[in-house]
Antibody
Framework: EVRLVGSGGDLVQPGGSLRVSCAASGFTFSGFWMHWVRQAPGKGLAWISSINTDGSTTNYADSVKGRFTISRDNAKNTLSLQMNSLRAEDTAVYYC?????????WGQGTQVTVSS | DIVMTQTPLSLSVIPGQPASISCTSSQSLLYGDGKTYLCWFLQKAGQPPQLLIYEVSKRFSGVPDRFSGTGSGTDFTLRISRVEAEDVGVYYCMQGLLLPHTFGGGTKVEIK
């Protein structure tokens, strides 16, 4: 069974940093692109970052470029998102998702709240 | 960026009746490999999105056959042949052709 379990969400002050993670199981993690998608309170879905199978290629939405860094550890089957210089508008549920051009499995999400 | 536009914003459906959601992209989603990268998700309350349809018309594993997807180029439709109570939630289309992958604004489906 494919499982993606997100963790690391927290309440953080504006300007602060946070690292969220996604633990994968039930499939060959190293064989799939992975993504982060976020959903602000009461809003729709927004793709924010992707990483290829070996971590050599990363992509970011303009809204997070230069502040967020996606990475993966294929030995530990883990996807991560390092978030720096956090802003109030980064408050959202952060989902990891598997796939290239189709996101077939999603994690349950981890809540990040940026507030003083 | 490719803009995805969904209509309607909301839908109230009598159980057993059909429902239809439209999604339009600002450019063709046909890729050079011959595939069209348009998919549909359902997000139930308090849950992550779940994949229903990929590549316009292919049902994902375990998705009931009352869900179907049609379309080509820039115009796409998700149809539910007979809505059931468990189908309530917000439906999103998404283009996987180009980064940034972009989503429609969502269509909320409720039972009348």
């Amino acid at each position: 069974e494919v499982r993606l379990v997100g963790s690391g969400g927290d309440l953080v002050q504006p300007g602060g940093s946070l690292r969220v993670s996604c633990a994968a199981s039930g499939f060959t993690f190293s064989g799939f692109w992975m993504h982060w998608v976020r959903q602000a309170p009461g809003k729709g879905l927004a793709w924010i970052s992707s990483i290829n199978t070996d971590g050599s290629t990363t992509n970011y939405a303009d809204s997070v470029k230069g502040r967020f860094t996606i990475s993966r550890d294929n030995a530990k089957n883990t996807l991560s998102l390092q978030m720096n210089s956090l802003r109030a508008e980064d408050t959202a549920v952060y989902y990891c998702a598997r796939g290239g051009r189709t996101f077939d499995y999603w994690g349950q999400g981890t809540q990040v709240t940026v507030s003083s | 960026d490719i803009v995805m536009t969904q209509t309607p914003l909301s839908l109230s459906v009598i159980p057993g009746q059909p429902a239809s959601i439209s999604c339009t992209s600002s450019q063709s989603l046909l890729y050079g490999d011959g595939k069209t990268y348009l998919c549909w998700f359902l997000q139930k309350a308090g849950q992550p999105p779940q994949l229903l349809i990929y590549e316009v018309s292919k049902r994902f594993s375990g998705v009931p056959d009352r869900f179907s997807g049609t379309g080509s180029g820039t115009d796409f439709t998700l149809r539910i042949s007979r809505v059931e109570a468990e189908d309530v939630g917000v439906y999103y289309c998404m283009q996987g052709l180009l980064l940034p992958h972009t989503f429609g604004g969502g269509t909320k489906v409720e039972i009348k």
